[in-house]
């Protein structure tokens, strides 16, 4: 499922994320991401924390044309070039006794 927001998004979204696309035409709140799996998220705004296991990621040409296409389909103007790209860093797909307690 993809999801276009047309303003802010609040603390923890895209939590657990296993697929689709989230575009953020405004703001993120804390946590944005938080263990995420294979959603891939792009916002235009601030990200005021990332949660665990999401980073930034280089936007390439690919990610570039894709975002234009969510965004024309949601009927938005918006600039592809002035967000960024967060997804996971595949840390926690595999319990190691690390993770243990």
Do not use: W
């Not at 938080?34 to 980073?55: H, N, W």
């Not at 936007?59 to 997804?87: I, N, Q, S, T, V």
């Amino acid at each position: 499922m993809d999801i276009v927001v047309g303003g802010d998004v609040g603390h923890m979204s895209a939590f657990m994320g296993q697929a689709g696309r989230l575009v953020v035409c405004g703001d993120a709140g804390d946590a944005l991401g938080d263990s995420l799996y294979e959603a891939r998220i792009y916002v235009q705004g601030r990200v005021r924390s990332l949660g665990a296991d999401c980073v930034e990621k280089e936007m390439g040409p690919e990610h570039l044309a894709e975002l234009a296409m969510l965004l024309k389909a949601a009927g938005r103007d918006d600039d592809p070039a002035g967000f960024r790209r967060y997804g996971s860093a595949r840390r926690l797909y595999h319990f190691t006794t690390g993770n243990s307690y």
